[in-house]
């Protein structure tokens, strides 16, 4: 349903979106994961028409987004960063003002605003002025305003940004329930938010897809490596002399230090039951074992890795 | 035609949805009142000429105040983002705000007539200058709302659209004044008095529609407004 081919994107001399292709099937939920700043909300505006690219196509249901925007517009709703509304107005009159301009017949607009106000929980608002609604409900509003020609594809920027924790809860549930019949695609840099909601994620990081798959398999690239958790009540500087000579582990570092206990997160390969290993090292050395838990690698570790973040590096220089 | 007629019907309520609407008829109908009253009586004739030298002064502040918020605002806070991912084509939404403003000023307009009517219950006024001032009016505060909305489109700021659109109007009423044309070189001066607005109100004043005047103001606002397209279109390629 989406076809992106190569698609570059120049503001003067920074480059937003670099040499970028995917495509998108109906019946999923594309999530884009990347740091502020990634290039995530440059792709959603040329997908949606607002913005040109330099080079490259982009089709969405089979128009191309430049030759024959219309027609684009028409099979797309779209809910910008922080759901941008005219506060002057009223939230049924805006509703019909979309209505209007979304070409839906007369007849029907009363019942299709009647539907979006109930899917997105609107119902006690419908009475007041768009400013007087709270951060959430103009959300809602927003996410409202996109569905109401319930258009074959949803483009949704940073949906759950500056909502508080039950808000964040219903509108990814909104987004669950509305995936089950369209195409979303949704950008976050809150991580837990894709696994929770997407069936695949892109991640992008400087204008740059670095990963696309669902979470399972992006989950399963970062399994080259196995972190584990120790804490060990015994002498630091012997502890930590012990562990350099130790041939099994990758890397370590310290995470806690008091009372005598040091914790460590312990880097090395997997598959070699370090977990086990550990466990025998701190035996030997007549220490006593406080705290032993393997930790599983999580989308996370795979984020940080590929968007390269300060404590990726830490991470992976052994 | 359905999607001029959906931005007209937004925007005009939005005037009226807010203090704009209200306080600029309600000053404009105060201080053209003032102006021309405080003349009438000591003049004692039947006429209205002070009312209509002294609209395009007023005009001048308030048209640009109008028009300042039609683009503007709607990039400080981002709707225009919704709004131009809809489907709907940049001149349908350049023409849709331009009809709103219009209205609002033709709403402004016809309220004056009080002034008129006042005139001709008091005296007996000769109909046709009357006539071609409205007819003038009407022209004028066109071709100044479409320079106002092609300021707004190049800023995010409204108060940067309000003084360049008071400053590219004010330069075009007075660019065919005498003291203006006095000083320019004299290839130019014959592009300037074409120009220059305040010529051809003056020759509609006097009760005299002439094509030429008519051909000039439609420009004007064509003119604007296809540049007022222009600038939409090209933010899509930022």
Not at chain 1, 217 to 224: K, P
Not at chain 1, 241 to 253: C, G, H, M, N, V
Not at chain 2, 57 to 75: D, G, H, Q, R, S
Not at chain 2, 193 to 206: C, D, P, V, W
């Amino acid at each position: 349903m989406i076809e992106v081919i190569n698609l570059t994107k120049r503001y003067g001399p920074t480059v937003a979106v670099d040499n970028v292709s995917f495509d998108a099937k109906a019946g999923e939920v594309l999530g884009f994961l990347g740091p502020n700043g990634a290039g995530k909300t440059t792709t959603m505006r040329i997908l949606t028409c607002y913005l040109s690219a330099d080079e490259g196509t982009a089709k969405v249901a089979g128009y191309d987004v430049f030759e024959e925007s219309i027609e684009v517009r028409k099979r797309i709703g779209y809910l910008p960063e922080s759901a941008p509304l005219y506060t002057d107005m009223g939230v049924i009159d805006y509703l019909k003002f979309i209505a209007q301009i979304r070409d839906i017949p007369k007849s029907q607009r009363s019942q299709r605003i009647k539907d979006v106000v109930d899917i997105c929980g609107l119902e006690k608002m419908i009475q007041k002025d768009v400013g007087e609604l709270s951060k959430g409900y103009r959300q809602r509003l927003g996410l409202a305003q996109s569905l109401i020609h319930d258009p074959p594809i949803l483009v949704l920027d940073e949906p759950t940004s500056g909502l508080d924790p039950n808000q964040i809860i219903e509108i990814r549930n909104l987004i669950r329930e509305i995936g089950k019949e369209k195409m979303i695609i949704f950008s976050t840099h809150i991580l837990p938010e894709v696994s929770a909601t997407c069936s695949r994620i892109l991640i992008i990081n400087d204008g740059q897809i670095v990963a696309n798959g669902t979470p399972d398999e992006l989950a399963g690239r970062a399994q080259g490596e196995e972190v584990v958790h120790i804490s060990i009540r015994g002498p630091r500087a012997e502890i930590e002399a012990k562990l350099e000579e130790l041939t099994l582990i990758s890397d370590f570092k310290r995470v806690k230090s008091d009372d005598g206990v040091c914790g460590y997160q312990i880097m090395s390969q997997k598959g070699k039951n370090t977990a086990e290993e550990l466990f025998h090292f701190v035996v030997q050395n007549h220490w006593s074992l406080t705290e032993l838990r393997q930790e599983a690698i999580s989308l996370e570790d795979v984020f940080r890795q590929l968007t390269g973040n300060e404590s990726a590096t830490q991470l992976t220089t052994p | 035609m359905n999607n001029i007629a959906a931005i007209f019907k937004k925007e005009f309520r939005s005037y009226f949805n807010s203090p704009i609407a209200y306080i600029f008829i309600t000053f404009f109908l105060a201080l053209s009142a003032w102006f021309f009253f405080r003349g009438f009586f000591l003049v004692g004739q039947a006429v209205m000429r002070g009312f209509f030298s002294w609209v395009p002064w007023i005009f001048l502040l308030f048209i640009p105040a109008v028009t300042m918020k039609l683009w503007a605002e709607e990039k400080k806070i981002g709707t225009v983002e919704i709004l131009m991912t809809l489907p709907i084509k940049d001149y349908e939404v350049v023409i849709g705000k331009y009809l709103a403003s219009f209205s609002l000023l033709g709403v402004t307009i016809l309220l004056s007539l009080s002034i008129p009517i006042t005139v001709a219950y008091l005296g007996e006024p000769d109909g046709g200058p009357i006539l071609g001032g409205y007819i003038g009016l009407f022209l004028m505060g066109a071709a100044y709302l479409s320079i106002g909305m092609f300021t707004s489109t190049i800023t995010e700021n409204q108060i940067i659209a309000f003084i360049l659109g008071i400053v590219m109007c004010f330069a075009l009423l007075i660019i065919g004044e005498d003291i203006v044309l006095f000083n320019a070189p004299n290839w130019i001066v014959p592009i300037f008095s074409y120009l220059g607005l305040g010529a051809h109100f003056s020759s509609i004043l006097r009760g005299v529609i002439d094509s030429r005047d008519l051909i000039y103001y439609f420009s004007v606002i064509g003119f604007f407004l296809y540049l007022s397209i222009l600038m939409v279109t090209v933010q899509k390629w930022r």
